[in-house]
C-alpha cells in the first residue's frame, strides 16, 4: 500500500480541454500550455512518490482532492463547482502511470474520488492491492 499526501494548490486544468488544428485537411489534437502545466505540476509531485516496482495486479485508488477555501466556504466541506472530478482525476491517474505505479491505469478496479475545501490544499493519494 502507498499513501502520502502533496501539499499543493491542486491545477484546475483537465485533460478535456485539448484542443485541434486542421494541417492538410487533417485534424491534429494537442494539449494547450495550461494543461502542459498542469501535467508537469503533478508529475513533479508524484515523481517522489512512486513505488520502486509497479503493481501488477488490480488496485483500488482514493483520491482527495483539497482545494483552497473561498467566497466563505468551510474547511472540509464538499465542493461542488468546477473542475469536474472525473476529469481532473484523468490527467492525475496519466501522470501516475506514466511514473511506474502500475502498467496501465485499467488496473485502476476500484476508484474512490472526492473534491472538498481544505484549509490546507493538496492531494491525498491511497494505492492499495485488491
Known amino acids: 500500500m502507498i499513501e502520502f499526501f502533496m501539499p499543493m ?3 484546475e486544468t483537465t485533460a478535456q480541454q485539448k484542443k485541434v488544428r486542421v494541417v492538410n485537411g487533417k485534424p491534429i489534437f ?3 500550455s495550461d494543461v502542459v502545466k498542469a501535467r508537469e505540476k503533478l508529475t513533479a509531485h508524484l515523481a517522489k512518490h512512486a513505488p520502486s516496482e509497479k503493481y501488477l495486479g488490480p488496485v483500488r485508488l482514493t483520491v482527495k482532492w483539497l482545494f483552497p477555501i473561498v467566497n466563505g466556504h468551510q474547511n472540509g466541506e464538499y465542493k461542488w463547482t468546477k473542475p469536474d472530478l472525473d ?3 484523468k490527467i492525475l491517474q496519466d501522470a501516475m502511470t506514466k511514473l511506474g505505479f502500475w502498467k496501465d491505469d485499467s488496473y485502476v478496479a476500484s476508484l474512490i474520488v472526492e473534491k472538498f475545501w ?3 490544499p493538496g492531494i491525498y493519494i491511497r494505492v492499495e492491492e485488491l
Do not use: E, F
Open 9 to 11: 494548490i491542486p491545477p
Open 30 to 32: 494537442y494539449d494547450p
Open 87 to 89: 476529469n481532473s482525476n
Open 118 to 120: 481544505a484549509k490546507v
